[in-house]
């Protein structure tokens, strides 16, 4: 018998679902596998089952050290994407302000939920979290932006200094020879005053 095209959609029957489940997951495993062999490249494969078993599978480097790396060479990414999520399900700053002047001064002040008030109260924990999020990022880029500039002064000082040196040194020859000229001329000069007397 040979083989035939199966059709990708969920399987219904439960046993035949979990033996497809069972092979197609030791198969991706196995290619996984091959393609570290062959490539000679990191592989990590994490499968969760409808049940919520995690299988996982390294080949090459600890799975470990593959997750590592991932976090490294895609952090921006996955920062950005954790406080989206978390600006995703609520207001922006001026709107949830705006909410809750308009709920605490509305005349019902009597008629708000705890429900409700809760709700604002975690709202206004996540902007406020958010907001030392973004406030630390923009301090910690001020003070990398003042790092690199002292690195460039101290770089300019170091080079200004073997300059200085340089010269110093320079100037220290030249007062040497000044004065062996002056000395030489002194002495040749001592040494014809008697010729011509």
Known sequence: MGRRKVEIKRIEDKSSRQVTFCKRRNGLIEKARQLSVLCGSSVAVLIVSSI???????????????????EVQHADKLKTLDL??????????NELLETVQRKLE???????????LISLEEQSKTALSLTR??????????????????????????VLASQMGK?????????????????????NLRETLPLLK
């Open 133 to 158: 999020a973004r406030k630390t990022e923009l301090m910690m880029q001020l003070v990398k932006s003042f790092q690199e500039k002292e690195k460039l002064l101290r770089d300019e000082n170091t």
């Open 106 to 116: 509305a005349a019902n002040v009597d008629n708000i939920t705890v429900q409700s």
């Open 84 to 93: 989206t999520e978390k600006t995703q399900n609520y207001l922006s700053l």
């Open 52 to 70: 919520g078993k995690v299988y996982s599978s390294s080949s090459g480097d600890s799975m470990a050290k593959i997750l590592k790396h991932y």
């Open 167 to 187: 010269e110093k040194e320079f100037l220290e020859t030249e007062d040497e020879r000044a004065m062996l000229l002056e000395y030489s001329s002194g002495s």
